[in-house]
């Protein structure tokens, strides 16, 4: 039996293309994955994402605690401030990638993945039941009882605040990775600006009983200025334009954040924490893969997980292999991410992907693939 | 949703529509096809004077979500492919009837047509 988000009937009046993801019944589509994607890219989407998890951490050795278990440094956020990290196994490998929120001195916030929240919650409480002064921090998750939309895109913030009239600071003025208390029609709810698009945008999380009401207000605010209601095809398109990676492709257990070039997240310098050990290694020596990012040299047949990369001159084994590829609706060309060898990691490196049997040429490409002009 | 699927027009399980034209047919995929598979970005056809037999896998129609064979649903010769889709395969969505047919086949064993599901079996096989 598929999960259902709060929102579920929302999409139904839509007339949403629903399909299954991580357990979950979600929106592919309602009017279309490249009309979606443009509208994001150029005014404003709107995307259920009340499938992903949160978990509420709180107590004196909360932040010591995430520290540990968390790769990047948690000491750097203050209060309102949130933060990508990466939860790491002892070998170094993705349990998953989130968000980490400070809201309070001693409380924060973890947004995982949908998928990955019955494994994260079990990791997290295994780890701080054996973490020396675990018993100053308490884990909850939280993830049933709330729900949470995205509203992405360059004309969201100019009508945003019509949601929250009575609120006494403005979503406009709120920084990059920032987070704060928002009152919509009586209730608190979270604001923070961040998102998986590579615009700018925000992303609101209510309790449940709210969502449908925010999700409403929201189109509603945002119809002068051409928002649409946007599914998890565009999402992905979007998030892979921007070389964002999507756990359980560009990351999972087997899968480093150095290796997936996240190493701008990982704190070697914080001090002992889960997976270090590895990690420094792979530092220091190099890791044996790279994630690349890819454009098809001419339109064709766009390139798809798993197909394999090879040298620009052939050879007898594959230089690696696509984990995201799409076309690409703002560039209207086979894009992806792949993990190559490192010999083959470099922008401008020529290379051919294995699309059914033919050798499609591709180039390497800095990251991100697209830049918003 | 209301379903698109036109009466004098016969129809594969796998969602492939055949118009028959004396020992010829033309070959598309349903409204149904395209609206599972969102927009169609390329569309990768038979060569013409391939022999291809009922049931056998001869194009793919890429989707920006996904890669999907197109299995021809008669036997014969490809005497002709949609070309107009090289520059256009968004047409499989919004004319998957006329514009956005896919190739044409000289049929070895137009016998087989009476295997095919009538417009009324298929609107059942893909009613919700």
Not at chain 1, 29 to 36: D, H, L, Q, V
Not at chain 1, 306 to 332: E, K, N, R
């Amino acid at each position: 039996m598929l999960k259902r988000t709060p929102l579920f009937a929302a999409h139904q009046k839509l007339g949403a293309h629903l399909v299954e993801f991580g357990g979950w019944e979600m929106p592919l589509c309602y009017s279309g994955i490249i009309e979606e994607h443009k509208a994001v890219r150029t005014a404003a989407g709107l995307f259920d994402i009340s499938h992903m998890g949160e978990f509420a951490a709180r107590g004196p050795g909360a932040a010591e605690f995430l520290n540990f278990a968390l790769t990047n440094d948690i000491r750097k956020l203050q209060k309102g401030q949130g933060q990508y990290t990466i939860l790491c196994n002892e070998r170094g490998g993705a349990v998953d990638d989130l968000y980490v929120y400070r809201i309070d001195e001693e409380e924060f916030l973890l947004v995982v993945n949908a998928s990955r929240i019955d494994a994260d919650f079990s990791w997290l409480k295994q780890h701080l039941n054996v973490f020396p002064g675990g018993g100053a921090a308490e884990l909850k998750n939280r993830s049933d009882e709330l729900a949470a939309v995205a509203v992405q895109g360059p004309k969201v913030a100019a009508f945003l605040d019509h949601c929250f009239p009575a609120s006494s600071q403005t979503a406009a003025a709120l920084p990059k990775n920032s987070i704060a208390r928002f009152n919509f029609d009586g209730s608190i709810v979270l604001v923070s600006r961040t998102g998986y698009t590579g615009e700018d945008g925000f992303e609101i999380i209510a309790d449940a009983g709210l969502i449908e009401a925010l999700w409403n207000k929201l189109l509603a605010a945002g119809q002068a200025d051409g928002i649409k209601a946007a599914g998890l095809g565009a999402r992905d398109t979007l998030r892979t334009e921007v070389c964002y990676p999507l756990y359980g492709h560009e990351l999972d257990e087997s899968i480093s954040p150095l290796e997936a070039g996240l190493g701008y997240f990982v704190a070697l310098g914080k001090g002992d924490f889960m997976g270090r050990a590895v990690l420094a290694q792979q530092k220091a020596q190099g890791t044996a893969r790279k994630l690349a990012a890819f454009k098809m040299a001419a339109r064709g047949a766009p390139p798809r997980p798993g197909y394999s990369i090879w040298s620009a001159d052939g050879g007898t084994q594959p230089a690696g292999h696509v984990t995201s590829g799409t076309q690409s609706p703002s560039l209207d060309i086979g894009i992806g991410l792949g993990l190559v060898a490192p010999e083959f990691s470099p922008a401008n490196t020529a290379v051919a992907v294995d699309v059914r049997g033919r050798r499609l040429p591709a180039m390497i490409v800095a990251r991100p693939i697209y830049r918003r002009p | 949703m209301s379903e698109n699927v036109p009466a004098d027009l016969k129809y594969a399980k796998s969602h492939e529509w055949v118009r028959l034209e004396g020992s010829a047919a033309i070959i598309g995929i349903s409204d149904h096809a395209q609206h599972e598979l969102t927009d169609v970005v390329f569309v990768e056809l038979p060569a013409a004077g391939r022999k291809v037999a009922a049931g056998e896998a001869c194009a793919v129609v890429e989707s920006v979500k996904t890669a999907s064979d197109i299995y021809s649903p008669l036997s014969g010769e490809v005497v002709a492919v949609n070309a107009e889709l090289a520059k256009h395969p968004e047409l499989v969505n919004s004319d998957p009837y006329k514009a956005g047919w896919l190739f044409k086949l000289n049929l070895s064993q137009p016998g087989e047509a009476g295997q095919l599901l009538t417009a009324e079996s298929y609107a059942k096989q893909i009613a919700p």
